[in-house]
Structures are given as structure tokens and as C-alpha cells.
């Protein structure tokens, strides 16, 4: 399964909604993409922690462009 958020303006506030999702279910994501949005340090310590919470292995994983 794929999840493209690219360019959709995601803050840390909604990075962090998507980590605790992460560390539901993993199960079938394969790629995913968070691209140009505007998500800074505290967005993505909450993906990391979440990522690493659940050991996740992505075919693909892009965050390209984040803001600091």
C-alpha cells in the first residue's frame, strides 16, 4: 500500500496524528511519502519515534523539504 501526503501542508500537528497511526498499523504500508510540507523538528522526532516504536521497513520512505 502507498501513502502520498506530498505537498499538502502537513504541520506537526499532523505529523503527529499520522506517527500514532504508524504505530497502529504498519502491516501493510509500503510507501510513504511526505514530500514538501511544512513539517519541522518536533514533527518529525513524532514519525521517528513512531517508526522506530514499531520498526517499520518501507519499500520507500521520502521527506524531502522539510522545514526547520
Do not use: M
Not at 510507501?31 to 513539517?39: G, T
Not at 513524532?46 to 519499500?59: I, R, S, T, Y
Amino acid at each position: 500500500t502507498t501513502l502520498d501526503v506530498s505537498h499538502n501542508r502537513i504541520w506537526d500537528s499532523g505529523t503527529g496524528f499520522l506517527a500514532e497511526l504508524l504505530k497502529i498499523n504498519t502491516k501493510t504500508l509500503a510507501v510513504l511519502n511526505l514530500d514538501s510540507n511544512e513539517i519541522r523538528d518536533v514533527g518529525a522526532q513524532c514519525l521517528a519515534d513512531a517508526l522506530k516504536l514499531n520498526k517499520v521497513k518501507f519499500d520507500h520512505f521520502s521527506f524531502l523539504y522539510f522545514h526547520r
